[in-house]
């Protein structure tokens, strides 16, 4: 590149990411519950599943559990991640003197088995900030992948150079055991097909900024 050219750097997608292992067994502990809930009420569309295709098990299952925001022993869970998402959207220039944080989603994952469990690419719209916490993963299983979100670029795509540069349309993300994530919620993600081969669970996260006036 000419080395008279000047650069200015707008419209970035950011993704946040810190090491909490110090979390995994407490919130794995709560999540079983969850999970285990989860596998009581899908436990008939197993079984239908069974009589139409034979055994094939949990494959391409997604054990998605009920709500845990009401949880009191995640309390400081979501404090801390409350306070993070504050501090992020303030540190990208937003004003949130006249809005709060509210929680709207809070779930655990588990990816069947018996593997071929994955997410399409999404966002979740009606919200500021998501998120993960891995609990259940290894370099063998299932990871999530973050799209570029800007359509006009998409359609007039070129070919990428190797390496990761301001051309690529999406990155992977390496993840392990405590790894705790943020994002803007318009950014969309998908999670790869996994194989069965280890476990696979995390915990996914949605908060909205409301202005006080409506609260």
């Not at 709060?100 to 690419?121: I, S, Y």
């Not at 994002?183 to 194989?195: G, K």
């Amino acid at each position: 590149m000419n080395k008279e050219l000047k650069v200015n750097l707008f419209f970035p997608s950011l993704v946040y990411f810190m090491e909490k292992p110090e979390w995994i067994e407490t919130i794995n502990k709560i999540s079983n519950e969850y999970i285990e809930k989860a596998k009581r009420r899908d436990a008939g569309l197993l079984q239908r599943r069974k009589d139409r295709y034979g055994n094939i098990g949990d494959h391409g299952m997604t054990f998605h559990s009920a709500s845990m925001i009401e949880d009191i022993r995640l309390r400081n869970f979501k404090d801390f991640i409350t306070e993070n998402c504050v501090q992020i959207l303030e540190s990208q220039g937003y004003d949130l003197t006249e809005h709060l944080m509210r929680w709207t989603e809070l779930w655990v994952q588990e990816f069947g088995k018996n593997g071929g469990g994955h997410h399409d690419t999404h966002i979740h719209g009606n919200n500021h900030m998501s998120g993960f916490y891995f609990l259940q993963c290894s370099h063998k299983t299932s990871y999530p992948v973050f799209h570029d979100p800007r359509p006009g670029k998409l359609m007039t795509q070129l070919p990428v150079q190797k390496g990761i540069n301001a051309a690529i349309e999406k990155i992977d993300y390496k993840i392990v055991p405590g790894t705790l994530m943020f994002f803007n919620s318009y950014l969309p993600h998908q999670f790869t097909v996994d194989d069965g081969v280890e476990p696979f669970r995390f915990i996914h996260f949605n908060l909205q900024a409301i202005e006080k006036r409506i609260l």
